[in-house]
């Protein structure tokens, strides 16, 4: 009984231990890798661990926004992978050699087609060093307006007005276009579009537009709200109040009430928006006149 337990051992022994490659002379066995994995698996959960508890410090630091909090709570987890993957291939003995292995890995990545993983991972790095979005932003990406909920290695994860979660990659916001409502400066300048028919008095109408203005408490009294004659169009003048708003996540709430705001204004005034016209003239056909 004994004798077969060892040959079964020994069996156990030789599979494990059989080499299957070699990285620089050093042979890598089905051992090595299952520690490799057990390894990276016990460097993942702490890292989520500091992460926890990194969160926990930080939101007591009222001082910082957010969107800080965030960038230095996911550095310190890449660092704390970068060492634990240079830590486990050491521990099992391959030597990375100034991470030539690594990068030799991402070559062979992109040969087989994963390029667009690997500009991904790249464009999160410069998102979350160079900032131009941040955790909390308000954002417009193509047809989507929401706020950014979280930057990831690969994608950035944007809460629509909707309460929908959209999965953006994040090489979209390094080689396209992207609005950006809460970037540096927080104040917006609001532009509110009317038309007036051309027997209106525009000094009533440019009076009442800063009425309204004046009367939502959500507009900034400074700068102070101003009123332009942009155009004359087909059927009226067309008018536009700007006016300056505190938090950009509102600009379509105070876009409604200032709307609805103005159309009671004007109708307090006298004031009236003309709808588009069009005229038409009917005139008799002439008797037709056949030769003979």
Known sequence: MNMELNEAWELVQKIIEFPLFTVKQTPVTLLSIVILFFFLGLV???ARLVRK??????????????G???????????IIFAIGIITAFQFIGLDLSGL??????????IGFGLQNIVSNFISGLVLLFERPIRVGDRVIVGE?????????????TIRTLQNISVIVPNSEFTSQNVINWSHGDRRVRLPINVGVSYGSDLDAVNQALLDVAAENP???KVPKP?????NFGNSSWDMRLWAWIKNPKEHAQIRSELH????KKFRENNIEIPFPQRDLHLRSAEPLVIKQ
Do not use: C, P
């Not at 800080?68 to 890449?78: A, C, E, K, N, S």
């Not at 030539?100 to 990545?109: A, N, R």
């Not at 101003?226 to 942009?230: D, N």
């Not at 609805?260 to 159309?263: K, L, Q, R, Y």
């Open 44 to 46: 993942g959960l702490f």
């Open 68 to 78: 800080t909090r965030f960038v230095l709570i996911r550095v310190t987890q890449y």
């Open 100 to 109: 030539t292995v690594i990068f030799g890995l991402l070559s062979v990545g």
């Open 260 to 263: 609805g705001a103005i159309i």
């Open 53 to 66: 508890l990194m969160t926990r410090w930080l939101s007591r630091l009222s001082y910082l926004e957010e």
């Open 144 to 156: 989507h307006e929401g706020d950014v909920e979280e930057i990831n290695i690969r994608s950035t």
């Open 218 to 220: 959500k507009i900034m």
């Open 226 to 230: 101003e009123v332009h004659h942009t």
